[in-house]
């Protein structure tokens, strides 16, 4: 069964920092991708970091590229979004989720989220 499971969503003030981690199981992450992306109140799901395992290619959202990094554990099977600088408009629900085909481009399963707040 394939599972991704985030944690380390919280509160934090602006300017502050937190690191999301993504578990996943039931595939072999050599075949595919990870995703990031976040959803605030009223607002569509943004994309915000992916991670190719075919060759280790990173993408970012434009509004994340200098402060967020993302970076994998295969021995530990957990995908990690570094978020650094945090401003109060990245308070949002971040997912991780499953590109197939070692792709950023399309996603099948998703996490139930973690929610991250930033306080001004």
């Known amino acids: 069964e394939v599972q991704l499971v985030e944690s380390g969503g919280g509160l934090v003030q602006a300017g502050g920092s937190l690191r999301l981690s993504c578990v996943h199981s039931g595939f072999t992450f050599d075949d595919y991708a990870i995703g990031w992306f976040r959803q605030a109140p009223g607002k569509e799901r943004e994309g915000v970091s992916c991670?190719?395992?075919?060759?280790?290619?990173?993408y970012y959202g434009d509004s994340v590229k200098g402060r967020f990094t993302i970076s994998s554990d295969n021995a530990k099977n957990t995908v990690y979004l570094q978020m650094n600088s945090l401003k109060p408009e990245d308070t949002a629900v971040y997912y991780c989720a499953r590109g197939f085909h070692s792709s950023c481009l399309e996603f099948d399963y998703w996490g139930q989220g973690t929610q991250v707040t930033v306080s001004s």
């Open positions: 991670i190719s395992s075919s060759d280790g290619s990173t």
